[in-house]
DNA sequence: TTATCATTTCGTTATATGGCGAAACATAAT
DNA sequence: ATTATGTTTCGCCATATAACGAAATGATAA
């Protein structure tokens, strides 16, 4: 149907996921990680991640009590991986986007997550 | 701005902007040709054309009384050149976008518009 | 100039989306 | 087993989006 093609589009359509795309760029991260930075309820940005990933942008695997999401190495559909593989093509660097990567060395897991 | 990034996924997240974008794949069209094979009312598949134009996606010349809307040949956004550049790609045919196609070639613009 | 007609804009309505906190889950640590 | 903790789901609210018809616009035809 066409209503799913336009899916992958409404996935990019929300900064924040963009944000999230990025930093995933950077490494693998726990949603809370990713709460920290994007200044957000955990809620939101869980449904933000399931979103990416539902529509085959990001993974996830078990990291002991974490779980950690990154970019899918093998997206079914050959539009995400057309995107994910030129992806400062389609969301390119920013002010934004470089502070978020910035951001990300000085968290740690261990310390931020625990509140 | 990150938000300004969005827009032109925004833009490709409605499927009759889709259908819009795939019916000028194959020649130019007026608003009301557009209408009649959308069976929307004018006023929202104006909303929808300027939306895409707003994007780059399509421009518009005069032609008469009608204003023909086609795909824009030189889009300022990179993006929008290469997804434009490979449409069938991006967004493939089915039966929704081939049976679009083959209405338009038995709408007459003189007959259809003058209601 | 006046009438006609394609198109756009405006106001309204219904649905979709993104945000939050609380509660539910799932699993690691004690 | 029980507690603690990272994550998800749920219900709610505010805003965004897409739809319509009516009115406004603008340009062509009479």
């Known amino acids: 149907m066409l209503k799913e093609k336009t899916k992958i589009f409404k996935a990019l359509s929300d900064p924040n996921r ?3 795309i ?4 950077t490494k693998k991260l726990c949603v809370c990680e990713i709460t920290e930075v994007l200044q957000l309820a955990t809620s939101t940005v869980s449904k933000h991640l399931s979103i990416l990933r ?3 942008f990001i993974v996830e695997e078990k990291d002991g ?26 969301i390119s660097d920013d002010s934004v986007t470089n502070k978020d990567k910035t ?5 740690d ?7």
């Open 22 to 25: 990025k930093m995933l760029q």
């Open 54 to 56: 539902d529509n085959g």
């Open 65 to 90: 009590k974490w779980i950690n999401y990154y970019i899918n190495p093998t997206p079914f559909d050959e539009r995400v991986s057309s995107i994910l593989g030129s992806l400062d093509f389609w």
């Open 18 to 20: 963009l944000r999230i």
């Open 109 to 115: 897991r261990k310390i931020i997550c625990c509140k």
């Open 103 to 107: 951001s990300l060395i000085n968290i």
